[in-house]
């Protein structure tokens, strides 16, 4: 069993930035990947970032593409999502969630442990 505890969500100008974090427990680090995926209210929730952590690989939505970064620290085990340039249609829950496979997807039903979500809100 996987457990995901995400932090660092709070609110934010337009253009400002925020780092998420989620720390994971329970399984072998490595064999891991962990997407982050947010919903809006009324909205269907969607893939934002992804990563292996084993080999570093990373998976993008084009919405965010050059503006948000997905990382992850071997020794902490914590993955994170470095927000950038944050605008108002970037306000959503956030969550992060964990696969057992190499491929880092950004479809939500690949991926079977959630975390229980951090909220992102960004004032224009």
């Known amino acids: 069993q996987v457990q995901l505890v995400e932090s660092g969500g709070g609110s934010v100008q337009a253009g400002g930035s925020l780092r998420l974090s989620c720390e994971v427990n329970?399984?072998?680090?490595?064999?891991?990947?962990i997407g982050w995926f947010r919903q809006a209210p009324g909205k269907e929730r969607e893939g934002v970032a992804a990563?292996?952590?084993?080999?570093?690989?990373?998976n993008y939505a084009d919405s965010v593409k050059d503006r948000f970064i997905v990382s992850r620290d071997m020794e902490v085990k914590t993955a994170y999502l470095q927000m950038n340039s944050l605008q108002s249609e970037d306000s959503a829950m956030y969550y992060c969630?964990?696969?057992?496979?190499?491929?880092?997807?950004?479809?939500?039903?690949?991926?079977?442990?959630w975390g229980q979500g951090t909220p992102v809100t960004v004032n224009s």
């Open positions: 990563i292996y952590i084993g080999g570093g690989r990373t």
């Open positions: 329970g399984y072998t680090y490595g064999g891991l990947s």
């Open positions: 969630a964990a696969r057992v496979y190499s491929i880092p997807s950004l479809v939500p039903n690949d991926y079977a442990f």
